[in-house]
């Protein structure tokens, strides 16, 4: 017989069973797996699933929010009881082979009643009061971007300013010395009224009202090439409607550069609102930082050459595309594959393996990768912005590109006259012009024209002048 229970004070999940200790078990989900530590045999054994891990180096946090799968060899979990655990990091139930992980929220505000009724209890609370910023990155998946490097900014110059987290679980790594609020519990309603200041890249979603004297910072998250909000492809009052409430409520919208400044006013109908255009905080790292740690996090040695495959996402799938065979990729290069799906790719996807391939899809800072890459491969990302400021190397692999122009989101310009690198539609193609030596001469031109358009505030103090402004505007108080 086998059976399921939780070791509440080491946070394990452990299965007991008789006979024989099995070979293997593991507990398998789209972005993480872990290996038990099996114990035993003879007549009984155990196997141990720590439900806390060290993901991307640093201290253990709690498996993210999905479905795993249990197996054990040899053993039949069809039939394991219902059974449910509420621990201090995370909520774990099981279902036969099935363990489910989830936000550490208490039952009554997981219901549709209990959110209502803390939504009410914020929308009465007064607010906007505490020097404190509410800080969101891509939805609360990581604490990363422009954010990210707001915070510790923030943190050096404004010490006394309290710094709220919002995120999705606590498998999520907050910068040292802010306070993690979790969506939808009591912490996270009432964080995000208290805050005198929201720093967001994104929409801020759910129901925001705002407090008196509070202000929201939007850094968006890239500079476009695809068409943006009002300007996409078709008809939509309701899409139309909802793009203009959300721009309404931002106080300030950080810019990389004039480019975006000029889409981004239009594109969300920001009008009679300041646009900061600063450069991004999130590329401060990449004049003068160093990709040697993240390379020893991966576990990458210093002169492997490394590739960075990170596509923007589609909007007729949910999932990465499927262009690149990593593993074939690594075989043909003689490099290590970096696969860095967008954040939208995050939840319904599930981490790509083989051998010198490594699925940086949950890896919280992208502006690290870009560090760590020799290289570049792309498609119709803002990525390629970001990039460009490293000076090395950029292939862009495109082949859907009349139906992503023409049908799918289209472009603010060509891509294909201007991109600072080759344009490919195969795999064998992409193969060919990274071992083609003559590339970076070729492009050399180009390369140097857009980052003369695109990078020019990209020189390593975006976060210092924006923090300024904020603190000269009292947006939060030194």
Not at 231 to 258: C, T, Y
Not at 353 to 363: K, L, Q
Request: hydrophobic share 40%; glycine share 8%; charged share 25%.
């Amino acid at each position: 017989m086998t059976t399921v229970l939780i070791d509440e004070q080491a946070e394990n999940l452990v299965v007991a069973g008789t006979g024989p200790k099995p070979p293997s078990a593991t507990l398998d989900g789209p972005r993480a797996r872990v290996d038990a530590r099996i114990t035993g045999g003879g007549k009984t054994w155990k196997a141990t699933f720590p439900l806390r891990v060290s993901r991307w180096g640093g201290s253990e946090l709690p498996l993210p929010s999905g479905r795993y799968q249990l197996r054990v060899d040899g053993e039949d979990l069809s039939a394991l009881e219902p059974e449910s655990w509420l621990l201090s990091g995370l909520r774990v139930s099981v279902r036969g082979a099935i363990v489910t992980v989830a936000p550490p929220l208490d039952a009554v505000y997981e219901t549709a009643e209990g959110q209502r009724a803390l939504e009410e209890r914020y929308v009465a609370q007064p607010g906007g009061d505490e020097n404190a910023v509410f800080f969101e990155s891509f939805y609360g998946q990581s604490a990363g971007c422009n954010p990210y490097a707001l915070d510790h900014e923030i943190a050096a110059r404004a010490p006394g300013v309290t710094r709220y987290w919002s995120i999705v679980d606590r498998s999520v790594r907050v910068p040292e010395g802010a306070v993690a609020v979790v969506e939808g519990s009591p912490e996270w309603w009432h964080a995000r009224g208290a805050a005198r200041l929201l720093i967001v890249n994104d929409w801020l979603r759910r129901r925001f009202v705002r407090k008196p004297g509070q202000k929201v910072l939007q850094t968006w998250h890239g500079t476009p090439l695809k068409r943006l909000a009002l300007h996409r492809p078709g008809f939509d009052p309701r899409r139309m409607a909802a793009i203009v409430k959300e721009s309404r409520r931002w106080d300030a919208l950080l810019a990389q550069n004039l480019y975006s400044e000029r889409i981004l006013k239009k594109a969300y109908a920001f009008f009679g609102k300041p646009i900061w255009t600063d450069g991004y905080p999130r590329n401060d790292v990449l004049v003068d930082g160093s990709g040697a740690e993240t390379r020893k996090v991966l576990g990458i040695g210093p002169q492997e050459r490394v590739l960075l495959y990170a596509p923007t996402w589609r909007d007729d799938r949910s999932e990465i595309v499927d262009f690149v065979d990593a593993q074939r990729l690594a075989e043909q290069t003689d490099a290590v594959v970096l696969v860095r799906g967008h954040s939208r790719t995050l939840q319904p996807g599930r981490d790509q393996s083989g051998a010198r391939v490594i699925d940086v899809t949950g890896f919280p800072e992208t502006a690290r990768l870009l560090l760590v890459a020799d290289a570049l491969i792309t498609d119709y990302s803002s990525v390629m912005f970001d990039f460009s400021v490293t000076g090395k190397p950029m292939y862009f692999l495109v082949p859907d590109l009349d139906h992503y122009r023409g049908q799918l989101r289209g472009f603010y310009f060509d891509l294909a006259v201007r991109a600072p690198g080759p344009l490919v539609s195969t795999q064998d193609q992409l193969v060919a012009a990274l071992g083609d030596p003559s590339v970076p001469g070729r492009f050399a031109p180009r390369y140097a024209a857009w980052r003369n358009q695109f990078n020019r505030l990209d020189d390593g103090h975006a976060a210092e002048r924006v923090v300024s402004r904020l603190l000269d505007l009292g947006y939060i108080a030194g």
